[in-house]
């Protein structure tokens, strides 16, 4: 599996990984402009074609994961913790000091993945995600210490 930065012309690949990943998509249009947006930098990993990829951004100090899918097919083979590695580096050598992201508190699989690259539970979001009929779900804020991550 290769890791390497995305491409602005494979936005369309991107949002297919992400509507196999999730419930509620991401159009190729709202990954593109996030791309575009300052401080972004995305990462995908890549067998015949991207089966994943990390969006994240770094400004003023701080990080954040934006989103992360990986194609079901490319799952439990260390895909995703390979992206985070990754991006954990690039966000440091951008002058992050720490990495955030939000998840949703029943996601037990990407808690895992984060707790394993070292992440901590730093906060509760509650109702952070509208799932419609099905309410409204809470978000734990987790965080990496870029300074002392051992990735
Ligand atoms: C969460 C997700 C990104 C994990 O991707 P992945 O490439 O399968 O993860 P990895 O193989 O790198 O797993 C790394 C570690 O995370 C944990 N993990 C990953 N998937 C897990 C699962 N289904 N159940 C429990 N733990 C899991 C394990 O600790 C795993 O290490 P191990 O395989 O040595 O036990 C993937 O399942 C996905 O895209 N899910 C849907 C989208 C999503 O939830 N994105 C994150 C939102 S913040």
Redesign the pocket.
Known sequence: MKLRGARGDEVGALAEVHA???DHPWSAAEIAELMGSPGAFALVAEDAGPV?FILCRAIAGEAE?L??????A???????????EAAAGAARIAGAEAMF????DD???????????GFTRAGLRRGYYDRGPQGLADALVMRLDLGRAAL
């Open positions: 196999l990943a999730f994943a994961i989103t992360l899918a990986v194609s079901p490319a799952r439990r083979r260390g895909v995703a913790r390979g992206l985070v992201l939000e998840v949703a996601n037990l699989a990407a808690i895992g993945l984060y707790e394993t690259a």
